[in-house]
């Protein structure tokens, strides 16, 4: 079945940098773009940006842009994300979520990864 | 507004009716999504394009979508339907936008 496997949960100081993975099985994975949400404690959900995983392209709010790096490797089916400079209200879990549609359809989500700043 | 507005907390007996709202002025642009994310663990797509639901969602779940306003609606409410819910629109530009999303107690 189509499964999104998450690296596990991350502790880091402000200013470090933090990369997640999010490891794709069950389908072609070249087939959906895949999205990075985050959701903070007691708050709701962020979009952090999407990854077109053929061509490696990204696009991410402007507010995340030069903090946010989306990148894959084809070959083993993984996506990331790096966020750098991190702060406090960076702590969140992290989801990777695949595109059904390339219109923000979000139908398979990982497992989520706790990343803590502190 | 860039926001998508919905009520903090919806309570239902079970076996009755529950009624999210979603409203934003960015709804007019697209199709609407659901969620429903149960505590500790990660959302689940409900209604996808306004009104459809994805294989292995129960019949109990619908949604609606006209001009600013969309609607989740839980009919027959069950225990297990007890979650968080959010709604999500998308722009090819801006990106995925999710609303504040409501808490669904079955008393």
């Known amino acids: 079945q189509v499964q999104l496997m998450q690296s596990g949960a991350e502790v880091r100081k402000p200013g470090a940098s933090v990369k997640v993975s999010c490891k794709a099985s069950?389908?072609?994975?070249?087939?959906?773009?895949i999205h990075w949400v985050r959701q903070a404690p007691g708050q709701g959900h962020e979009w952090m940006g999407w990854?077109?995983?053929?061509?490696?392209?990204?696009n991410s709010p402007q507010r995340h842009r030069g903090r946010v790096t989306m990148t894959r490797d084809k070959s083993i089916s993984t996506v990331y994300i790096e966020l750098s400079g991190l702060k406090s209200d960076d702590t969140a879990v992290y989801y990777c979520?695949?595109?059904?549609?390339?219109?923000?359809?979000?139908?398979?989500w990982g497992q989520g990864t706790t990343v803590t700043v502190s | 507004s860039s926001e998508l507005t919905q009520p903090l907390s919806v309570s239902v007996s079970p076996g009755q009716t529950a009624t999210i709202t979603c409203s934003g002025d960015t709804l007019t642009y697209g199709s609407v999504y659901w969620y429903q994310q149960r505590p500790g663990q990660s959302p689940v797509l409900v209604i996808f394009?306004?009104?459809h639901r994805p294989s292995g969602i129960p019949e109990r779940f619908s949604g609606l979508h006209s001009g600013d306003t969309a609607t989740l609606t839980i009919s027959g409410t069950q225990a297990r339907d007890e979650a968080d819910y959010f709604c999500q629109t998308w722009h090819s530009s801006n990106g995925a936008l999710f609303g504040t999303g409501t808490q669904v107690t079955v008393l």
């Open positions: 979520a695949r595109d059904r549609t390339s219109e923000g359809e979000m139908d398979v």
């Open positions: 069950g389908y072609t994975f070249t087939d959906n773009y």
């Open positions: 394009g306004d009104s």
């Open positions: 990854i077109n995983t053929e061509s490696g392209g990204t």
